[in-house]
Antibody
Framework: QLQLQESGPRLVKPLETLSLACTVS??????????WGWIRQPPGQGLDWIAS???????DYNPSLKSRVTISADRSEDQFSLKMSSVTAADTAVYFC???????????WGQGTLVTVSS | SYELTQPLSVSVALGQTARITCGGN??????VHWYQQKPGQAPVLVIS???NRPSGIPERFSGSNSGNTATLTISRAQAGDEAAYYC?????????FGGGTKLTVL
């Protein structure tokens, strides 16, 4: 059974870098035909896609966040990561990692982790 | 950039049919997916590729997509269907979500 689990600091100071990791079990990020991505949800608001990583090594980014975001993967650990620089209070959100397909949608989600940006 | 428009809220009487729309330019030519999200939980895929139900999703959930509007239909609405619903497409290598619709079951 596929499971995704987010990990990382829950509190980040303004202008610092937010770093999260997603550990995958039940599938391999190297052999899967899916993409692996990050999606966030500010409190009381909707879903906002951040970035995706493909087994081919290709990456896609939300144009509005691209200058501050990097998605990367550790294939040996079946783990992928998100780094977001120069964070502000507007980056406070629940961050989800997920597995998606360009044709069939996003079929698996992590439970989400609330990251708060505050001094 | 491509945008998806959903109503902020929809209300339905218990046991009746709810319809949630998702508007987008020529959305009928794209694969539309729908997610249900209950408070404090991760979203769950309830409709894939316009009208396909993933395993475990009740037949009461159905979808359609044509022209500039995709629609999620929930028949015989139950109290447990009360949630936020999001439509989503994949366009030009980007994942796009609608703003979400809060479904209230009266």
């Amino acid at each position: 059974q596929l499971q995704l689990q987010e990990s990382g600091p829950r509190l980040v100071k303004p202008l610092e870098t937010l770093s999260l990791a997603c550990t995958v079990s039940g599938d391999s990020i190297s052999s899967s035909n899916h993409y692996w991505g990050w999606i966030r949800q500010p409190p009381g608001q909707g879903l906002d896609w951040i970035a995706s990583f493909y087994s081919s090594g290709k990456t896609d980014y939300n144009p509005s966040l691209k200058s501050r975001v990097t998605i990367s993967a550790d294939r040996s650990e079946d783990q992928f990561s998100l780094k977001m620089s120069s964070v502000t209070a507007a980056d406070t959100a629940v961050y989800f990692c997920a597995r998606g397909d360009t044709i069939f949608g996003i079929d698996s989600w992590g439970q989400g982790t609330l990251v708060t940006v505050s001094s | 950039s491509y945008e998806l428009t959903q109503p902020l809220s929809v209300s339905v009487a218990l046991g009746q049919t709810a319809r949630i729309t998702c508007g987008g330019n020529s959305i009928g030519s794209k694969n539309v997916h729908w997610y249900q999200q209950k408070p404090g939980q991760a979203p769950v895929l309830v409709i894939s590729r316009d009208y396909n139900r993933p395993s475990g999703i009740p037949e009461r959930f159905s979808g359609s997509n044509s022209g500039n509007t995709a629609t999620l239909t929930i028949s015989r609405a139950q109290a447990g269907d009360e949630a936020a619903y999001y439509c989503q497409v994949w366009v030009s290598s980007t994942v796009i979500f609608g703003g979400g619709t809060k479904l209230t079951v009266l």
